[in-house]
């Protein structure tokens, strides 16, 4: 039998609270924030009140990205441009070439957890925010 290591509501939740506490700090400064599994499922979701639409998705789609790379979307983006490939080369309508997620990796075994995605702000803001959220999940 297997035991696969997963992330928990405690951990999802501590993420969450801990990256909207910061974000709040400025509200005129809207984002949105995805979690997923290591199957790029989500697991929690929040936007700001005022965030556009595009942001909305793209968070998501950010941490699937790098749930399913197992690798920080800045880091996948620029493995594919190294190779000279795009995202479209693979075939995967989900996936994205930009920076703002962070994956999520077992301390132990780098077994990849999920992934935390943020869009709204700048690239780095971004990543700067899903680090946050990795951080208080204790990994």
Do not use: W
Request: charged share 20%; hydrophobic share 40%; with cysteine.
């Amino acid at each position: 039998m297997y035991e696969k290591p997963m992330l928990s509501l405690d951990q999802t939740r501590k993420a969450m609270d801990a990256m909207l506490d910061k974000a709040t700090q400025e509200p005129n400064r809207p984002v949105a924030i995805a979690i997923v599994d290591d199957g790029g499922n989500l697991l929690s979701y929040a936007r700001m009140d005022g965030c556009r639409a595009n942001p909305q998705t793209f968070a998501i789609r950010k941490a699937y990205t790098s749930a399913m790379s197992g690798a920080d979307s800045a880091v996948y983006a620029e493995r594919l441009q190294s190779q000279g490939r795009s995202v479209s080369d693979m075939g995967n309508p989900n996936l994205v070439s930009a920076q703002g997620a962070v994956v999520a990796l077992h301390p132990e075994s780098g077994a990849v957890l999920g992934a935390i995605g943020v869009s709204g702000l700048s690239s780095q803001e971004d990543e700067d925010l899903a680090r946050l959220g990795v951080q208080s999940m204790g990994l």
